[in-house]
């Protein structure tokens, strides 16, 4: 194959196609040499060499190449380990700015820059070439008629997330076409789209689908697979794995097609995106892309012994956030997600890795600083999740303004108040309503926490409720991985039961848990399954299961059909109601000029709780009232915003106990609407008044409205 070389441009990075040719362009601040390779059909290889260097960009202008060229690079410099450096021109590189990759990473000697069977390892250059097991980059064609679809912008605290997988969520879905089931398209599906409707959120949140390692090491010889996907290897390609339509770039428009599609549903699309590190793990991992490009630039190593990597997240590596192009990377990857993909935003995985500039993170990180100026990224929904695994990592709360959390400690707080586990109330309440101690002082709202029971990482929540310990021997490790803290509570037996006292318990807890976090004041996010009862039999790191054990299970029995609606009726019921969606905190005061504060908290005999009481580690009851006609805030368009007024009763005691309405409530009559005693919401007429006694079962909650 002959095509001329013109010099072209260093910017954009990437391959770009301008309807004549292709541009390339590749950062390397320490190479000596770029080859670009283009690939046939055949997967023949033609070199060509990138002789144009412009700050560190190595660039090019082939005429003639289009859509659908394959492509990768070998990047020649010295191959220096004990120094950092690890260039190696037998390794084919996947280019960082790929739009599209074509391929799977096939497992071997060969994609590691070293002999498997020298004893000095990584220190001894490989010599084989890796081009037959590594994917090949795609030229791709950008164009995509969005038919004026445009990012959604829906408020946060109108939010209401459900965290899935694409593969899980569709793969057994009876009501998609099997050729769909696994993919974008199978998401896009009108079944998929009106299940999500009907359930009544308005984001969906993706476990990564940034082009992944599928099949690291340690899983090949298990034969399983990275499930979840938090080992990219590339920041712009959506995952191949996922196309029903294609791998040479049709995967590009089969997502943008889904986009658009829950778009037009009213849903918003959140990315977990993994940006502190990549699957190219630790000194003894493979060369893919970043660590044959130049280590010592994209990459944290050790300052005394820079054959070793500094390892903020227990992945082996972690992106070196302080050199300026891993930035423009990381930002032009979020960029390229919003305005080119219409994505609404993002979670950000372990995201206190990107916050350490030196060793310790810092809330005022240059990370920071550049999505809170910039026009794009600033306008979309940021959530961290705000820990990583290095000393100090744990940040819940310490995030800078326009971010909100994966709030852990509302997760915690939750699940003990209901295992009946010692804890204050006091803490108890500061979840409910929106952790104002962790979010208010840097002028953050309650949006700012994003409330969770259960995530893909852990238990779902059936099994929260059916188990005490971890059950991961399908992971083959023998059970020794997973977190063996879960704070859960089978509820009387190990598993699977036939025992009717138990199991009528576990669904009271499962209701528990949903009503509790539907009508906290934040941001709920849902573990897609939880509707429906999914069990993964008790595992709780189900990271490498693409299997049943992941897979939802459409198939429900009566209890989980229960739950489902249920869960369809909780969600209409939080968005019907203002009053558990405040865009800001509780005053505890009278606002508009009446005798009664915005919230309250009662004791069981209706007496304003005391001191004593709030920090009692053995007090499970608490009363709630909701004023709904003191809301502070107006709405968009400046109108008071008034609601009906609640009280709500949360018992986690193992006993029944009567609830009294307070003095100052009485004179109302009070009608039950939720009680979670019952499979479904109360229809019947049950209503209290006075100081009639309002009895409620032990471990439940029973949510009342003012008449």
């Known amino acids: 194959m002959y095509v001329p070389v013109w010099p072209g441009k260093s910017y954009p990075l990437g391959a770009t196609w301008d309807g004549k040719g292709t541009n390339f362009a590749l950062f390397s601040e320490n190479a ?3 080859e670009l390779c283009l690939f046939d059909d055949q997967d023949e290889e033609t070199r060509f060499e990138l002789t144009e260097v412009s700050n560190f960009v190595w660039h090019g202008y082939l005429p003639g190449i289009g859509p659908g060229q394959r492509y990768g690079f070998r990047v020649h410099g010295t191959f220096a380990p004990e120094e950092g450096h690890r260039f190696n021109p037998n390794k084919l590189l996947i280019d960082p700015y790929a739009k599209a990759l074509d391929g799977e990473i096939g497992y ?15 220190l001894v250059l490989s ?3 890796d081009a037959h097991l590594v994917p090949k980059a795609v030229v791709v064609d950008e164009s995509f008629d969005w038919e004026e679809d445009e990012l959604l912008q829906r408020q946060a605290h109108e939010t209401i997330i459900y965290e899935t997988h694409v593969r899980g969520f569709t793969k057994l879905n009876p009501d998609i076409p099997e050729p769909l089931r696994g993919t974008y398209a199978g998401l896009a599906h009108p079944a998929a789209i009106a299940y999500l409707q009907t359930l009544g959120i308005t984001a969906v949140e993706l476990l990564p689908v940034h082009h992944f390692l599928s099949q690291p090491g340690h899983l090949v010889d298990k034969d399983l697979k990275n ?12 995952n191949a794995n996922y196309s029903a339509s294609g791998t040479q770039g049709q995967q590009v428009r089969e997502f943008k097609e889904m986009v658009k ?3 037009k549903a009213g849903i918003e699309v959140i990315l977990d995106v993994v940006y502190n590190h990549t699957g190219e793990g630790n ?8 660590r044959g490009i130049d280590n010592v630039a994209y990459y944290r190593v050790m300052e005394d012994d820079p054959r070793y990597y500094m390892d903020f997240t227990g992945c082996g590596n972690s992106l070196n956030v302080r050199h300026p192009q891993v930035l423009k990377l990381i930002m032009d990857s979020l960029r390229y997600w919003v305005l080119q993909m219409h994505v609404d935003g993002f979670r950000f995985d372990l995201a206190s890795a990107l916050a350490r500039e030196l060793y310790e993170v810092d809330s005022l990180a240059a990370f920071f600083d550049i999505i809170h100026q910039d026009p794009v990224l600033s306008n979309v929904k940021l959530i961290a999740e705000p820990w990583d695994v290095g000393m100090g990592g744990y940040q819940v709360g310490k995030f800078p303004l326009l971010w909100s959390e994966w709030n852990g ?3 915690d707080t939750v699940r003990d108040f209901w295992r009946g586990e010692d804890s204050s109330l006091a803490e108890f309440a500061y979840r409910f309503t929106g952790s104002s101690d962790l979010y208010e002082s840097n002028g953050r709202r309650p949006s700012a926490s994003i409330n969770f029971i259960t995530a893909h990482d852990g238990f779902t929540l059936n099994d929260l409720v059916s188990y005490n310990e971890k059950h991961n021997e399908a992971n083959g490790e023998e059970n020794r991985d997973g977190e063996s803290h879960n704070r859960s509570w089978n509820c009387g037996a190990e598993g699977e039961t036939d025992d009717p006292e138990i199991l009528q318990l576990r669904n009271r807890q499962r209701r528990n848990f949903l009503v509790t976090l539907m009508l906290s004041q934040g941001v709920p996010m849902l573990l897609g399954g939880d509707e429906i009862g999914r069990t993964q039999g008790g595992n709780n790191n189900a990271y490498c299961q693409d299997s049943d054990i992941s897979w939802f299970d459409w198939d429900l029995p009566e209890e989980n059909a229960a739950l489902l609606d249920f869960t369809r009726e909780l969600i209409y019921f939080r968005r019907q109601h203002p009053t558990f969606r405040r865009r800001k905190w509780f005053l ?15 004791n069981p005999d209706g007496g304003d709780m005391t001191e004593d009481q709030w920090m009692a580690g053995y007090t499970k009851a608490i009363g709630i009232f909701l004023n709904g006609e003191e809301i502070a805030t107006p709405g968009v368009e400046g109108e008071r915003v008034m609601d009906e007024s609640f009280f709500i009763c949360f018992n986690a005691h193992y006993e029944m106990i009567e609830f009294t309405l307070p003095p100052g409530l009485q004179a109302r009559e009070w009608v039950v609407v939720i009680d979670t005693d019952k499979p479904r919401f109360v229809e019947e007429e049950i209503s209290y008044t006075e100081d009639k006694p309002i009895p409620v079962t032990a471990r439940s909650v029973m949510v009342l409205r003012r008449r």
Do not use: C
């Open 588 to 602: 505890g005061r009278a606002i508009h000029g009446s005798s009664v504060k915005d919230i309250g908290w009662f």
């Open 227 to 238: 499930y979840w996907g938090y080992d990219s290897i590339n920041y712009m390609a959506p």
């Open 108 to 122: 071997g000697e060969e994609i590691f820059g070293y002999p498997w069977d020298d004893p000095e390892k990584d």
């Open 283 to 290: 000194h003894l991992g493979p060369t893919l892309s970043l």
């Open 127 to 129: 010599e084989s070439d």
């Open 32 to 34: 000596t040499a770029v």
């Open 409 to 411: 400690q509302y997760r």
């Open 261 to 263: 599609a829950l778009h």
